[in-house]
C-alpha cells in the first residue's frame, strides 16, 4: 500500500512538473526546475525559493497542494487505521487468554470445593456411625 500511494504521489508530481512547464515557461524554464518545484509543493514543504507567479500555476499550484495534503491525510489514516486495529486483535487475544484463565481458576475452585465436600461428608458419616454405635 505504501509504495502504491509513493508511486501515485511521485507520478503526481511528475505531471505537475510536466504541466507546469507547459503553462508557466517563463517561471519555469526547465523541467528540473519544475519538478523541484512539485515536489515542494505535493509535498507541502514549500522552500519559496521557486513559486508561480501567473494567475494558472499558482491555480495549479494550489491543485498539488490540496492533492498534497490528501495523500499525507490519507497515508496518516491508513497507518492510524493498521496501528488501532493492531492493538484491538492483540487486545482481544489478551482478554481470550485472560477469560480462559480466570474459567480455569473458576473450575479449578469448584474442584476444589467439591472434594472439601466430600471429605466432610466422609467425617460426617465417620462421625455418625460411631454414635450410632
Known sequence: MTIGLAVTFL????????????VD???FPTLGLAAWW???????????DVVPTTHVGRIIGGLEL??????????????TSIVIQRAQE???KSEGAERERDVQTII??????RRAIADLDKRLDNIESRFAS
Open 11 to 22: 507520478g503526481l508530481a511528475a505531471l505537475g512538473a510536466i504541466v507546469m512547464r507547459i
Open 25 to 27: 515557461e517563463h517561471d
Open 38 to 48: 512539485s515536489l515542494q509543493t505535493v509535498t507541502t514543504v514549500g522552500y519559496g
Open 66 to 79: 490540496v492533492i498534497g495534503i490528501s495523500f499525507i491525510t490519507f497515508l496518516t489514516a491508513g497507518v
Open 90 to 92: 492483540q487486545a482481544q
Open 108 to 113: 479449578d475452585a469448584l474442584t476444589e470445593t
